[in-house]
């Protein structure tokens, strides 16, 4: 008996035995797997799902985490500036073996259920991403409600910039005068505003402003 399974956005004919890579998988090397999305199955009474056969499933034993042979990816811009730009990839892959072929009853096994590690990482970062992004507005509400300076007296300073000030956790002028030259660097990167700070002088202004 053979089937022909999906996963990882591709097809493939297995039979028990085989061995294949696919699209890495969220699971470790021994565990024992199942495929669920079957297309067909053949052999002596050959079926055809309307799309997948309904509990049918193939099994498998995760032999390795591996990596895909180097891929170079080569492009060339012949207008504007002309510019190349090289870059390598390496596909990262789950080594598989299969085990068994189910012909019914794949959704009763209690086998694990094989899923794309992106699939996982993606719901992890959507179940936490609420309370992240959450995170930095209610700082940043109690900042200013704590009586945070009004960093739009700098020169330069609107209220988007100053909003950029307060998530990097700058709320007041004396925080701002008495930054180093590391602080000017990091807050250049930070603001997309190479050179500003020392052009406008926003430290000599930041110290008038405390004093005041």
Known sequence: M???MKTGGKQYKVQAGDTLRVEKLAADAGETIQFNDVLMLGGDSPVVGAPMVDGAGVQAEVIDQIKGEKLIHFVRRRRKHSSKRTK???QQL???KITEILASGADTSGVKAAVGAGSVSAAAVTAAAPSKAAAPKADAANEVSAGADDLKQLSGVGPALEKKLIEGGVTSFAQIAAWTEEDVAAFD????FKGRIEREGWIEQAKELAKG
């Open 88 to 90: 390598g990839h390496r």
């Open 189 to 192: 990167e930070k603001l997309n």
């Open 94 to 96: 789950t080594l598989v």
């Open 2 to 4: 053979f089937a022909v």
